[in-house]
């Protein structure tokens, strides 16, 4: 099983952004969708986007849409995603996870998670 490590988390205001990033030291990593989640204080663990193996599809849920942007490079081993114009309501946990396929993904593997807190 693929051992992700998510980072880039932090204390950011309203407006403000920050990029996580995703990373494992598997090779087959390349082979895996990688679905970001997030668990908000005092609810569950909720999808927020996913992409394929190959970088080449991505998803979003509407809350992010047009704000957040998920990517890869197979080559650092690393899926990354940028959150701008980041909201109080952005503030959670944020996950990554695997799946062996994109649609529909079945997500497994997760990290330890990094915290994200957005100030108003």
């Known amino acids: 099983q693929v051992q992700l490590v998510e980072s880039g988390g932090g204390l950011v205001q309203a407006g403000g952004s920050l990029r996580l990033s995703c990373a494992a030291s598997?090779?087959?990593?390349?082979?895996?969708?990688i679905g970001w989640f997030r668990q908000p204080p005092g609810k569950d663990r909720e999808f927020v986007a996913g992409?394929?193996?190959?970088?080449?599809?991505?998803f979003y849920v509407g809350l992010v849409k047009g704000r957040f942007t998920i990517s890869r490079d197979n080559a650092k081993n690393t899926v990354y995603l940028q959150m701008n114009s980041l909201k109080p309501e952005d503030t959670a946990v944020y996950y990554c996870?695997?799946?062996?396929?994109?649609?529909?993904?079945?997500?497994?593997?997760w990290g330890q998670g990094t915290q994200v807190t957005v100030s108003s």
């Open positions: 996870a695997t799946s062996p396929q994109f649609d529909p993904g079945t997500y497994d593997g």
């Open positions: 992409i394929d193996a190959s970088g080449d599809r991505t």
């Open positions: 598997e090779r087959t990593f390349s082979t895996y969708a």
